[in-house]
C-alpha cells in the first residue's frame, strides 16, 4: 500500500508570502494519481489540484501543483488570509489509495 | 447543480454496524465513482475506498478490509457505507465524494455525516 508523507506539518507564514508544501510517496506513483485538497475545518474538503499539475474548476492561479515519481509539490504563491488552513495530498490508483497527514499553513 | 446529500447523525454502541447513505443529483450517476472518507476527531482525513457505480466493483483501504460494505442503488443513484463491528475509533464525521475515473479526484463532496460510537 502506498504511504503518502507531506511535509512540513506546519508552515507559519504571512499574507503574500509563498508556501512550499511537500508530498512524498513511499513508491512511484503515476502524476496522474495525485490530487491535492484544502480542507477547512467544519466544511467538506475542496478539490485543488489533480493529476498533480491541474487546477480544479474554480481554483485561483496562486495555486500550483507538480512533481512525478515519488515527489509532488503543491505552491500557493501569495497567500491570502482564506489560505491558512490545512492542506492534503491524496493517492488513488490500481493500489487502494491513501492521504498524506496533512498541512496545516498558519499565520506567523 | 451536482450534489450530494448524506444522511443524518448516527448514535452506535460498541459492536453495533452503521450504514450511511449518499443521494446523489445532477449528473449521470453511473459515469462516476463514489469513494468514502473519514475524518476522526483531531485527526485527519482517512481514504476509506471507493465504489464503482456502473458493476459496483470495490477497492477498499487495507485497515476496513472485512469490515466495510460500500454499495450502490443506480435506481435512486444514491451510494451506501455500511461499517460494521464499531469501536470508539470508529468515531468520526464521514464523507461521500464523487470519483473522477478519468482524473482519479474527488470534485464534489456531501457534507458530511457524523458518527459516534459510545
Known amino acids: 500500500e502506498i504511504v503518502l508523507t507531506q511535509s512540513p506539518g506546519t508552515l507559519s507564514l504571512s499574507p503574500g508570502d509563498r508556501a512550499t508544501l511537500s508530498c512524498t510517496a513511499s513508491h512511484y506513483i503515476t502524476s496522474t494519481s495525485l490530487a491535492w485538497y484544502q480542507h477547512i475545518p467544519g466544511q467538506p474538503p475542496r478539490l485543488l489540484i489533480y493529476g498533480a499539475s491541474t487546477r480544479a474548476t474554480g481554483i485561483p492561479d496562486r495555486f500550483s501543483g507538480s512533481g512525478s515519481g515519488t515527489d509532488f509539490t503543491l505552491i500557493i504563491s501569495r497567500l491570502e488570509p482564506e489560505d491558512f488552513v490545512l492542506y492534503y495530498c491524496?493517492?488513488?490508483?490500481?493500489?487502494?489509495?491513501?492521504f498524506g497527514q496533512g498541512t496545516k499553513v498558519e499565520i506567523k | 447543480q451536482v450534489q450530494l446529500v448524506q444522511s443524518g447523525p448516527e448514535v452506535k454502541k460498541p459492536g453495533a454496524s452503521v450504514k450511511v447513505s449518499c443521494k446523489t443529483s445532477g449528473y449521470t450517476f453511473v459515469n462516476f465513482g463514489i469513494g468514502w472518507v473519514r475524518q476522526a476527531p483531531g485527526q485527519g482525513l482517512e481514504w476509506m475506498g471507493w465504489v464503482g457505480t456502473y458493476y459496483g466493483h470495490t477497492n477498499y483501504a487495507q485497515s476496513f478490509q472485512g469490515r466495510v460494505a460500500m454499495t450502490t442503488d443506480t435506481s435512486t443513484n444514491t451510494a451506501f457505507m455500511e461499517l460494521r463491528g464499531l469501536t470508539s475509533d470508529d468515531t468520526a464525521v464521514y464523507y461521500c465524494?464523487?470519483?473522477?475515473?478519468?482524473?482519479?479526484?474527488?470534485?464534489?463532496w456531501g457534507q458530511g455525516t457524523t458518527v459516534t460510537v459510545s
Open positions: 465524494t464523487r470519483l473522477s475515473l478519468a482524473y482519479y479526484a474527488m470534485d464534489v
Open positions: 491524496h493517492h488513488y490508483g490500481s493500489s487502494p489509495g491513501a
